[in-house]
């Protein structure tokens, strides 16, 4: 598949290590919608990949980030589509205010045994228990139209991250 362009995007997981917990949001609009995710979304003209994340899981949650981590890049392109979207992928172990529910997410927290895959983005099963190990990764996943079928994959631990993907060494 030729990818023409990217979009940027980020996704923020809210974690409570002590009782191994995570916070997810029902996504009840738009892209996503009836899905479980992290917090996150496009990036405003002139923000950072970092400022995108904050400002997005205080606009879905209401809960203000007090520090994160960057501990992923998923790159996701779909059959017949072809703008890929980069997104990056950021934990928080430290922040203020309750979750409360907004227009476009409702929060709720899931045990780390309990995570509901089957409600989740196909691919979530395969790097989400690496960020939750505390590892960092690389992801990509090439998706059939339906949106749900993964074509092709990969998927790899890094003790670095890139700034961005670099489209020239993706493998499919």
Do not use: C
């Amino acid at each position: 598949m030729t990818i023409q362009g990217k979009k940027f995007y980020t996704l923020v997981f809210t974690l409570d290590q002590p009782n191994q917990k995570i916070l997810l949001g029902m996504k009840k609009r738009g892209f996503g919608m009836n899905k479980y995710n992290g917090f996150g979304g496009k990036l405003e003209p002139g923000e950072t990949i970092e400022e995108a994340a904050y400002r997005e899981l205080l606009e879905e949650s209401y809960i203000k980030a007090k520090d994160m981590k960057h501990v992923g890049i998923n790159l996701f392109t779909f059959e017949n589509n072809p703008i890929a979207m980069e997104v990056h992928v950021f934990v928080t172990l430290n922040y203020e205010g309750t979750p409360l529910e907004t227009e476009e997410m409702r929060p709720e927290w899931f045990s780390y045994d309990a995570i509901p895959y089957d409600q989740m983005w196909t691919d979530d099963r395969f790097w989400l228990p690496i960020a939750l190990d505390g590892k960092m990764f690389i992801g990509e996943y090439y998706f059939a139209e339906d949106q749900k079928t993964i074509l092709s994959e990969k998927l790899d631990i890094v003790h670095e991250l890139p700034r961005e993907f670099d489209l020239d060494k993706r493998t499919f």
